[in-house]
């Protein structure tokens, strides 16, 4: 059975960080990512790792302020948040992808690249 299960969402001051973390199981999964959906607006892709790790990408809006890294295990993707501001408030989805697939932005940015999400967790980033 596969599960995708998320932690480490919670309610943060501007300028605070969190470190959120998706533990994945009952398969291989090869590209992660985080995706973040706020209320009213449509579901925005976040960041993305490859299988091996070695590569990543980030939406432009939270470059070098947001990290996505993978275990050793590689079934656990994390996502450091720092830096935070009242924007990046929303629901964050961690996203597993069951095919071996070129890394490349026309695929991982897109919700169709992914066979598996989590149940979501709740980010608010307080002014």
């Known amino acids: 059975q596969v599960q995708l299960v998320e932690s480490g969402g919670g309610l943060v001051q501007a300028g605070g960080s969190l470190r959120l973390s998706c533990a994945a199981s009952?398969?291989?999964?090869?590209?992660m990512g985080w995706f973040r959906q706020a209320p009213g607006k449509e579901r925005q892709f976040v960041a993305a790792?490859?299988?091996?790790?070695?590569?990543?990408d980030y939406v432009d809006s939270v470059k070098d302020r947001f990290t996505i890294s993978r275990g050793i295990a590689k079934n656990t993707v994390y996502l450091q948040m720092n830096s935070l501001k009242p924007d990046d408030t929303a629901v964050y989805y961690c996203?597993?992808?069951?095919?071996?697939?070129?890394?490349?932005?026309?695929?991982?940015?897109?919700?169709?690249?992914?066979?598996?999400w989590g149940q979501g967790t709740q980010v608010t980033v307080s002014s």
């Open positions: 996203a597993a992808g069951s095919r071996r697939q070129i890394f490349i932005r026309a695929i991982y940015y897109y919700a169709g690249a992914y066979d598996y």
């Open positions: 009952g398969r291989t999964f090869y590209t």
């Open positions: 790792i490859s299988w091996s790790g070695s590569s990543t």
